[in-house]
Nanobody, 113 residues
Framework: QVQIGQSGGGLVQPGGTLRLSCVVN????????MGWYRQAPGQQREEVGI???????VYTDSVKGRFAITRDTSKRTVYLQMNRLKPEDTAIYYC???????WGQGTQVTVSS
């Protein structure tokens, strides 16, 4: 069984930065593949990016060059660094433990002046 706790998020002006954190607790070896997703109001949840066991993240086109997924194995934490934020990045952001499909609780990111 896996438990996920998210933190970070908030209100930021366009062009600003935020970092989201996702702590993964449970019984596993190494670091599991994790995904970041987001859901804007009235929209379906979409994939933002995934970091696999090989530590080579892949991103959706709309965030390439602006967002970065990293992880700290010793802290069992995966991060989503978001730079040059745009109003269209406004959404609830979720992390997901891919092997079990377990979701974090979500955190609101609002980009507005």
């Amino acid at each position: 069984q896996v438990q996920i706790g998210q933190s970070g998020g908030g209100l930021v002006q366009p062009g600003g930065t935020l970092r989201l954190s996702c702590v993964v607790n449970g019984s596993f070896v190494g670091f599991p593949p994790m995904g970041w997703y987001r859901q804007a109001p009235g929209q379906q949840r979409e994939e933002v990016g995934i970091i696999s066991g090989g530590n080579h993240p892949v991103y959706t086109d709309s965030v390439k060059g602006r967002f970065a997924i990293t992880r700290d194995t010793s802290k069992r934490t995966v991060y989503l660094q978001m730079n040059r934020l745009k109003p269209e990045d406004t959404a609830i952001y979720y992390c997901k433990h891919l092997p079990t499909g377990t979701w974090g609780q979500g955190t609101q990111v609002t980009v507005s002046s």
